[in-house]
């Protein structure tokens, strides 16, 4: 069984379990102000297997498990089955960490702040299949086919602007934060992917 599948199932798992246990659910999101005061830190990384209602879970687990596959391969084809599997679970895991850090400096002090959901860690994963495939057709909203580099921009662009001008629950900060993560971890992990990533911008230009 891929280390893919596992999380999805350990998230599902616990997901559905806080739909039906509200304690539960407060226990594990990610709540700045509770982890500055009472030094719950372990939220950073709990927050990710936490999900607001099934719509919300079922969109990031289908997310992951598309894109997740794709990255795992990877590691593992260069890092042999059992190294490549270990880095890829340390990846996902350490993306939804560094993506809460930020919101937890700004929300600190904030007790209506709080968030969930595996979407910061999942961006991170998004973006590694980005540098590994960046002439990749994506679909835009899941419907309109766009280059994996544009729909990298725009999703950048898109999560900047909103974590500015809109007042929702939803944390667009860890999406552009765990994008940022997925990236230079992918950078540590194997810095020549860096290179790879230019030759395939330059040799494989669809046009």
């Known amino acids: 069984m891929s280390v893919t599948l596992i999380l999805v ?16 659910f407060d226990q594990l999101k990610h709540y700045p102000i509770a982890e500055s005061r009472n030094g719950q ?8 297997f936490v999900h607001g209602d099934f719509m919300h879970l079922f969109i990031n687990m289908f997310v992951l498990h598309e894109f997740g596959r794709s990255v795992e391969n990877y590691l593992v084809h260069h890092f042999d089955k059992t190294g490549g599997s270990i880095l890829y679970l340390a990846t996902y895991l350490l993306i939804i960490i ?5 919101t937890y400096y700004k929300h ?15 961006s991170g994963i998004i973006f590694i299949f980005i540098l590994l495939n960046p ?5 835009l909203y899941m419907i309109i086919p ?5 729909f990298g921009v725009l999703y950048l662009w898109y ?16 999406h552009f934060y765990g994008a940022v993560a997925g990236i ?14 230019i030759d395939k911008l330059i040799h494989q230009f669809p046009w």
């Open 159 to 174: 999560s900047t602007w909103a974590s500015k001008n809109q007042n929702s629950n939803i944390d667009h900060e860890a």
């Open 98 to 102: 560094m993506g809460d850090v930020p």
């Open 184 to 197: 230079l971890i992918a950078i540590v992990s194997r810095p020549i992917i860096i290179q790879e990533f």
């Open 146 to 150: 766009v280059p994996a580099i544009i």
């Open 41 to 48: 830190y372990y939220r950073w990384l709990t927050s990710g």
């Open 108 to 122: 600190k002090d904030n007790a209506y702040f709080a968030s969930v959901g595996a979407s910061g860690g999942v």
């Open 9 to 24: 199932i350990i998230t599902c798992v616990i997901s559905i379990a806080c739909f039906n246990n509200k304690n539960l």
């Open 135 to 139: 002439w990749n057709m994506l679909g």
